[in-house]
C-alpha cells in the first residue's frame, strides 16, 4: 500500500500539471515547486515500503515457524521447538490518535525479538498468547 501511495503521489500530480510546465509561462515555476514537493513526498513512501517488513506465524504443536518478508529480499524463515525455551509477552502501543494497540511478542534465546500483527484489544493479544504458548509448549 505504501509503495501505491508513493508512486500515484509521484505520478499523478505530474500527469495533472504538465500543461503548466510546457509551454513555459508565468505559473511554471510554482507548478515545478508543487511538482518537487509531491515528488519528496512520494520518495518518502516508497523509502517506507521499502524498509518495513510483514511476518506470518504458523503455530503447530511442538513447532512455531516466523517467515519474514522484507522487499528486494528472500524471505528469512525461523523455527522454534520447546527446546529453543522461547519467552512470549504482550506488548502495548500507545497511540496519541486513534486507540491502542497490543502485540504479542516473542523472544528468542539468541536475543531476537519477532512481532505479531498488531490486536485491538488486550484480550484477543493475551488469547493469541495463550494459546501460542500452550500449543508450543504441549510436546515439550
Do not use: C
Request: zero cysteines; hydrophobic letters at 50%.
Amino acid at each position: 500500500m505504501l509503495a501505491m501511495a508513493g508512486l500515484a503521489t509521484l505520478l499523478i500530480p505530474a500527469w495533472l500539471l504538465r500543461h503548466g510546465l510546457w509551454p513555459p509561462s508565468a505559473v511554471s515555476p510554482v507548478i515545478v515547486l508543487i511538482l518537487l514537493a509531491t515528488w519528496l513526498i512520494g520518495t518518502f513512501f516508497l523509502g517506507a515500503a521499502m524498509i518495513v517488513a510483514s511476518s506470518r506465524w504458523m503455530i503447530s504443536p511442538g513447532l512455531l515457524r516466523i517467515t519474514v518478508h522484507r522487499p528486494f529480499r528472500l524471505a528469512e524463515t525461523h523455527a522454534f521447538t520447546p527446546h529453543n525455551q522461547v519467552r512470549f509477552s504482550v506488548k502495548q502501543l500507545d497511540w496519541v490518535e486513534t486507540q491502542d494497540t497490543w502485540k504479542v511478542m516473542l523472544a528468542a534465546p539468541d536475543g531476537r525479538t519477532f512481532a505479531s500483527r498488531p490486536f485491538y484489544s488486550a484480550e484477543d493479544a493475551e488469547a493469541f498468547r495463550s494459546a501460542g504458548e500452550s500449543l508450543f509448549r504441549n510436546k515439550a
